[in-house]
């Protein structure tokens, strides 16, 4: 069974770090093109990057409101799929999803607040 | 990196068909065969219904299907249901990113 299970969310304030998690199991992370998702409030789904699949490079391409502050990695041992965000701002308040070909995840809420 | 372009809402009665479109360009609907549906009922996570234009991943019914034809995509549901009313994203690769639309609400009358 396919299962994406985010997790790292919480509040932090702006201008500091954080960093999300993504543990899958039913499939390998690295033979999956990867996407982070993300949700504002009441709003509706925007990208926000993702990692293409080792054979294709295992690259990163990232949304243009970005603007290098967030990185993706991943680690194959333990098939879990990364998302370092710095110098976060209020405008990044959101669920932030993984996602890949086979699903989502549940989700992890990000509040970005003094 | 624009949004797709989806109706803000449809509707239908229950055991009738729906269709919502998904309008992109060439840069990105037009240009690949990577477009993707999904499903989100109101405070749950979205669900994937169709990827590459026409598949569906196990345990999605028939009833949810995909096509596209140039630049714009559609998600046809047959026999709709109650529990089929829900918001409805189409997503679609655009080269060096990706893009969502706006996405639809169904209401199932």
């Known amino acids: 069974e396919v299962q994406l299970v985010e997790s790292g969310g919480g509040l932090v304030k702006p201008g500091r770090s954080l960093r999300l998690s993504c543990v899958v199991s039913?499939?390998?992370?690295?033979?999956?093109?990867m996407h982070w998702v993300r949700q504002a409030p009441g709003k509706g789904l925007e990208w926000v990057g993702r990692?293409?699949?080792?054979?294709?490079?295992?690259?990163?391409d990232f949304a243009t409101f970005v603007k290098g502050r967030f990185t993706i990695s991943r680690d194959d041992s333990q098939n879990t799929l990364y998302l370092q965000m710095n110098s976060l701002t209020p405008e990044d308040t959101a669920v932030y999803y993984c996602?890949?070909?086979?699903?989502w995840g549940q989700g992890t809420l990000v509040t970005v607040s003094s | 990196q624009s949004a797709l372009t989806q109706p803000r809402s449809v509707s239908g009665s229950p055991g009738q068909s729906v269709i919502i479109s998904c309008t992109g360009t060439s840069s990105d609907v037009g240009g690949y065969n990577y477009v993707s549906w999904h499903q989100q009922h109101p405070g749950k996570a979205p669900k994937l219904l169709i990827f590459?234009?026409?598949k569906r991943p196990s345990g999605i019914p028939d009833r949810f299907s995909g096509s596209k034809s140039g630049s714009t995509a559609s998600l046809t549901i047959s026999g709709l249901r109650t529990d089929d009313e829900a918001d409805y994203y189409c997503s679609s690769h655009a080269g060096s990113y990706a893009v969502f639309g706006g996405g639809t609400t169904l209401t199932v009358l």
């Open positions: 996602v890949a070909d086979y699903g």
């Open positions: 039913g499939f390998t992370v690295s033979s999956a093109w």
């Open positions: 590459d234009v026409n």
């Open positions: 990692m293409k699949r080792k054979s294709n490079g295992g690259t990163t």
